[in-house]
């Protein structure tokens, strides 16, 4: 399922590397030159994203195979704006807190656009751009954040496995078995890439080395 509905993601999912200003959390953060990241990269992360059809939500079929096959029973729709979000402010700053959760974050932009950062395996943030059309599940235990782009909104769906759980664990909240287990996952990725590109690099055959899974 994962790597389905894959055309023209690249139209509504973008990633680079952010900077380090203070500057309006709303604004894009490139680096100098700017850094763009290949979606691949997301996926190394554990992170999954599709492409929909926003405006036949409702009668898709191919958003009810992604709900039925990873289980999504709860579903509920979000606007994000001053105009429409109760307590603005309040959960604007909190979204943008850096945290995790012990479970996945599913979001669905149907309308709008905004920004999920999102930590790499070396701790720097990668900001992750989706408008309208594009689907991300961000695995549980990954540092993150969320904000709006400077257009101030998004309409969103969440999707939930059961009944959700929407606790976020500021950081650092390293002990949980969550973060453990994408930081260890994370570790044995990086690993084999490294292993599968030093047998390109030496001529060697593929699967020679084997990747010893880490302890959590």
């Given at each position: 399922?994962?790597?389905e509905?894959q055309?023209?993601?690249?139209e ?5 590397y952010?900077?380090?200003s203070q500057e309006d959390q709303?604004?894009?953060h490139?680096?100098?030159p ?7 990269k ?16 409702e ?5 009810k ?7 999504y029973?709860y579903?509920d729709i ?7 979000l ?6 604007i ?8 959760h012990?479970?996945?974050e ?11 950062d999102?930590r790499d395996e070396?701790d ?5 751009a989706?408008?309208?059309g ?5 695995p549980a235990?990954?540092?993150?954040r969320?904000?709006?782009d400077?257009?101030n909104y998004?309409k969103?769906m969440?999707?939930?496995v059961?009944?959700?759980?929407w606790?976020?664990?500021?950081r ?15 570790r ?11 047998e390109?690099?030496?001529?060697l055959?593929?699967?020679?080395f ?7």
């Open positions: 399922m994962e790597t509905f055309d023209g993601k690249q509504v999912i973008e990633a680079w952010m900077d380090d709303r604004l894009p490139h680096r100098e700017k850094e763009f990241i290949p979606l691949d997301l996926s190394e992360l554990g992170i999954i994203s599709w492409r929909l059809n926003p405006d036949n939500w009668k898709d079929e191919n958003l195979k992604i709900r039925e096959a990873r289980g029973t579903m979000c606007d994000v704006c001053p105009e429409k109760p307590n603005y402010e309040t959960k700053k909190n979204f943008f807190e850096e945290h995790l012990t479970d996945e599913i979001r669905y932009c149907l309308e709008g656009s905004g920004y999920f999102v070396n720097q943030w990668i900001r992750v989706v408008k309208k594009g689907m991300i599940v961000l235990g990954m540092y993150h969320f904000t709006l400077t257009d998004i969103a969440r999707l939930f059961g009944e959700p759980v606790t976020p664990y500021n650092p909240h390293d002990h949980l078995p969550a973060r453990n287990i994408w930081t260890s996952l994370s044995q990725k990086v690993e084999i890439k490294l292993l599968r590109l030093t390109t690099i030496l001529n055959p593929v699967g020679l084997q990747c010893v899974p880490c302890a959590i």
